[in-house]
């Protein structure tokens, strides 16, 4: 690698299928916990896995940039994460908020639907939702249509802090670590006293997009691999905590020391997944095709396979193996063509 202008020009690789792969568990676990919460109740943990591989990802992204002063690559970023959320996020919010009005009756709800639909084109609907105080795990919470972009509200947030943070090679990883420590003493007073916060605001959630940012820095230090058979035992610590976390992550208190074990986990496999990238052993299972498509396809199905839930709770239910299986065939064919014929067609608008 070597400078250029403000951020270094990375040239090594900046895309590595495994982490698609495992962002196709993240989504399996959201998808199985919103179906039926008592089949996989720490299921919530996919959103932090979700933060950990954007931490990464979005840092990777940002360095690879060329531009001559940090103006010009601010702007070029922000650009780029337009294109790539907002065209399929946009298409959403409208398509089901039109079939609300013909589908869901009027109720103390829809104000509040209309609200979160609102700002959450702005990354601002985690403030609206942890100001009326609906929990993630409140019953409540199972009929209020776009609640899953409280989690887009915090990356829209870190990604107009990320290149600040960056600005500096000589300050990157200072600032990193020292926010870091802060957002973790504020994730841990906040779970306790402020659950709500904790839950959907930035500051108790950064330490884990951090540490996603961090593992990217740690790799693009060093100056050779990590060898194989100690990435090999990495890996299989990172995979023991990420199975705890997502099988008995405690729901309270949280983020902080609720989401810890997921959060470290995918950390550490992300780090051993970017070694080698490796598509042989068990860790090669993360590359298989078939996983690698629908972690590409995770954003579409986290936006669709929700509201889709909540009209199926509105409309008789979701509780036969007829409607659960119907409702998700519905959100991933959604989910198919947002990423196809939305997505796709706007990413690169802004590369």
Request: with cysteine; glycine share 6%; proline share 6%.
């Amino acid at each position: 690698m070597h400078r250029m202008g403000l951020f270094y020009v990375m040239i090594r690789p900046t895309y590595w299928p495994s982490l698609d792969g495992l962002r196709a568990v993240a989504i399996v676990a959201v998808l199985i916990f919103h179906l039926h919460s008592s089949w996989l109740p720490s299921g919530f943990v996919g959103v932090d896995i979700f933060f950990v591989l954007s931490g990464f990802v979005i840092a990777a992204s940002l360095l690879r940039q060329q531009p001559t002063t940090f103006r010009s690559g601010y702007r070029h970023f922000i650009q780029r994460r337009l294109w790539r959320l907002l065209p399929a996020l946009v298409v959403c919010l409208v398509s089901i908020s039109a079939l609300s009005l013909w589908l869901l009756p009027d109720s103390e709800l829809s104000a509040l639907n209309r609200l979160t639909a609102l700002s959450a084109l702005f990354g601002l609907s985690n403030f609206v939702l942890a100001h009326y105080d609906t929990d993630s795990l409140n019953p409540f919470i199972e009929y209020t249509l776009f609640t899953p972009t409280w989690s887009l509200g915090v990356e829209w947030q870190f990604y107009v802090l990320l290149p600040i943070l960056l600005y500096s090679p000589k300050w990157r990883v200072k600032l990193v670590v020292a926010l870091g420590i802060a957002s973790v003493l504020a994730s841990a007073y906040l779970s306790y006293y402020a659950p709500s916060a904790a839950y959907y605001l930035l500051p108790s959630r950064l330490w884990q997009l951090l540490l996603g940012t961090g593992v990217f820095l740690l790799w693009q230090r060093q100056r050779q691999p990590v060898k194989p058979l100690h990435t090999q035992r990495l890996a299989a610590v990172g995979a023991i905590l990420l199975l705890v976390g997502i099988g008995f992550s405690p729901v309270y208190p949280f983020p902080m020391p609720g989401g810890l074990a997921a959060t470290l986990g995918s950390a550490a496999l992300i780090f051993s997944l970017v070694q080698a990238n490796p598509t042989h052993g068990w860790l090669g299972v993360l590359s298989h095709p078939k996983l690698v498509q629908l972690g590409q396809g995770s954003y579409s199905l986290y936006l669709w396979h929700w509201p889709i839930f909540c009209f199926f709770r509105w409309n008789g239910g979701l509780n036969t193996a007829a409607e659960q299986l119907s409702a998700v065939c519905l959100s991933l064919l959604l989910a198919y063509v947002s990423y196809h014929y939305v997505e796709q067609r706007w990413r690169f608008k802004a590369a």
